[in-house]
């Protein structure tokens, strides 16, 4: 039927597909990694023991976990060779930019044949080794610093805390608060189901390209503000919100008329149509960490007077628009001391296991086949050329 507009089908972009790794259930805020709820996960797991959960299926044992532990461990260098790729990037080149490019890069390096169970997995381990690293190379070359080795002595994220915050010229003590509270956060971001990137590393993993590849098509696609991006975006607002000086009425008036197309950035979803249970722990961890850390930020009070105030008015209940995983998030990341930049990479190492599951699902199905999203054509009906 022509004279309707992609805007009057309400699944404009969408593609459905079976998955056995994540499960939602978005009215009754439910988030289960195969099978396991997302708040004992985060209670009593670590990221590395979630990683093998969501890649092959089932909690490690503790010998799976050391090994898998050692050889992540052993693989966390990255090829000199690669470091150049940061030297041909401007200075103020985003770091989700860098880290799409520097992971597409990886592949050149190692061949990972899509059909060799043994190559997937040593891709698998070197993803995870050696994001954390490229990730810290993109932050210490937007501060014009030098990038440091990995310390095998330290554990996944006291690594990568140090290799973001030290330095050459001193010695650098991670604080195990931070370093707990981080490897919560990246436990709650490991993976959620059909996702925009999610579904972009499935769709170009579909076609068997490698997972290298694959994943950077996620990271290319989790850095817009509607998705991962997200996060840097909130603490905009909430800096915006400070400085203005406008308040918080204000500014949610601004939101309701649609000013500008400005938006609650952390609020809404796809999916949840009730409070994101990500969120609720996030905002938990945000108390605790800031406490801990001595930390006082006023960003923090805006945030919980947002939320207050959009809880209740219904302009935001009447859509279903609750806060979701990027809404406090930002105000950690930057107790930790990582610029609002890194905020999205951050959201990348943590979604990394879960890109490499759903990957591994399509590629180890023989029943997969090349992903097509439908449509639904709403274009001109057959006409001919004018005579000419
Ligand atoms: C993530 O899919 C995932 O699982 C993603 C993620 C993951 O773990 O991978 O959970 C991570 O991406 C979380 C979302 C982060 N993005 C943001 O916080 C950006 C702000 N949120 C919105 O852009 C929006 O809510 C989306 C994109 C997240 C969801 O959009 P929907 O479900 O398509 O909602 P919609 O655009 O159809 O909006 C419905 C109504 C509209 O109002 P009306 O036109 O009916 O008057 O709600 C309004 C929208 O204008 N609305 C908002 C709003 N989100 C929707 N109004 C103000 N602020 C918002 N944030």
Redesign the pocket.
Known sequence: QTGLTTLDYGFVNTASTASAITYIDGDEGILRYRGYPIEQLAAGSSFLEVAWLLVYGELPTVDELADFTERIRRHTLVHEDLKQLFGALPYHAHPMSMLSSAVGALGTYYEADVDDPEAVDLATIRLLAKMPTIASYAHKKSLGQAFLYPDNSLSYVENFLRLNFGTMAEPYEVNPVVARALDRLLIL?AD??Q????STVRLVGSTKANIFSSISAGISALYG????G?NE??LEMLAGIQESGEGVKKFVER?KN?EDGV?????????YKNY?PRAKLVKESADAVLTELGVHDPLLDIAKELEQTALEDDY?VS?K?YP????YTGVIYKAMGFPPRMFTVLFAIG?LPGWIAQWREVNTDPASKIGRPQQLYVGAAKRDLPAR
């Open positions: 971001h959620h189901e996702n925009a990137s999610t503000p509607l998705h991962g997200a975006a909130v939101v649609k938006k609650l950035m952390g609020f809404g979803h796809r999916v994101d935001f859509r628009l979701n995983v990027d809404f979604r």
